[in-house]
Structures are given as C-alpha cells and as structure tokens.
C-alpha cells in the first residue's frame, strides 16, 4: 500500500511551515529553510505539548530557526536539536521524508 500525502511542497510556500496529520494519528509539521525540507513530529520535549499556537507558524522571526510558541525554544532545523530554552540539548523527533517528481510529501518508507 502506498503512503498517503501528506502535503505538497507548494503548501509551505506562504509560511514556511504547515501541520500535519501523520497516518499514525499524531501530529506533524513540515518546515522549509533555505529551500531544504525538514519535518519532525509537533512535539516539545519540553511540557510535551504542541509547538504550534497560530496555525502554521513554527519558525521563528527570520525564518532561521524553528520555535516552541509556549516555551520559546529554539531549535535546529536540519537535527531537531534545542540550542535554546528550556529543553536545551533535547531533540525534536524527526519524520523521514521523500518529495515525489511533482511536489508531494510523504513519509519515506523504512
């Protein structure tokens, strides 16, 4: 069975960011830094709750970095890693992706 869509790359376009709903039933998110494509499960290692306040907003001011709205951690896009806050060291839990010829996002299969 193919993996479902997830979204397609042209979603990321106004904000950088887009929620996901992944097939296991948790939630995701999609982030696009510097033309490159990273997802990780929309998850705070911190409290354990959503990084997510306004929809689609997961980067922070400059586009750099990815940002918990509640806490204001910062993390490394290409790793998922906490370089400030109070979850500092911690990770965010990758998505393993792939983009088909025409766009779409979908989880890779292992």
Not at 11 to 34: E, K, S, Y
Not at 78 to 99: H, T
Request: with cysteine; charged share 20%; glycine share 12%.
């Amino acid at each position: 069975m193919p993996a479902p869509l997830l979204a397609h790359l042209a979603d990321l376009d106004a904000t950088g960011g887009l929620a996901i709903a992944l097939p296991d039933g948790r939630a995701g998110f999609l982030v696009r830094v510097h033309g490159r494509l990273y997802g990780y499960e929309n998850r705070c290692p911190h409290r354990d709750s959503r990084l997510d306040i306004d929809a689609n907003r997961f980067l922070a001011d400059g586009g750099e970095l990815i940002q918990c709205a509640h806490h204001g951690a910062l993390f490394l896009p290409e790793n998922g890693e906490c370089v400030a806050g109070p979850c500092q060291y911690e990770s965010l839990e990758p998505l393993a992706l792939r983009v088909d010829d025409q766009g779409g996002i979908y989880l890779a299969s292992e």
